[in-house]
């Protein structure tokens, strides 16, 4: 099993219902003593679909990234790989995935990095017990 599987598999556990939400809909998991996890559904394109995972904080009554992520899910290929990365309190932004006039551009040693953070975070997430306390979830269309 690849990486990007086993990220994919772990996303799941998580979020069970990922493929069935519509554009717009979103999670939000409290799990405490941890921050929240959010997730939301960006876009779904040829490639896949474009989702973000967040954890966040409130600065000054700013909210803060700590992290947030872009994912493009390959419901077909059952893969995960990350897009962007953002940590507002390192002033830290990446973009790996990007589209440049509809085609996917890739910066690919960047990628391998992420998604590397990726496997362990969402590693992480089910160790913390987010895909358990998923199943409390209260369920947010794209209108609520």
């Excluded at 876009?43 to 947030?68: F, K, V």
């Excluded at 913390?128 to 998923?134: L, R």
Aim: charged fraction near 25%; include cysteine; hydrophobic fraction near 40%.
């Amino acid at each position: 099993m690849t990486r990007e599987e086993r990220i994919y598999k772990r996303l799941l556990k998580i979020f069970p219902d990922l493929e069935s939400m519509d554009i717009g809909g979103h999670r939000k998991i409290e799990n405490e003593p941890y921050m929240p996890l959010s997730m939301d559904i960006l876009a779904d394109t040829e490639y896949g679909r474009i989702i973000s995972i967040a954890h966040n904080y409130d600065q000054n009554g700013d909210l803060m990234a700590d992290p947030d992520m872009q994912l493009l899910v390959s419901f077909k290929k059952k893969a995960v790989q990350a897009m962007t990365f953002q940590n507002d309190g390192l002033g830290i932004y990446q973009e790996c995935l990007f589209f440049d006039n509809g085609k996917l551009m890739v910066q690919m040693s960047l990628l391998k990095s992420l998604n590397k953070f990726l496997d362990i975070w969402t590693k992480n997430l089910i160790a913390q017990g987010f895909a358990k306390a998923a199943n409390t979830l209260e369920v947010c269309d794209a209108e609520g």
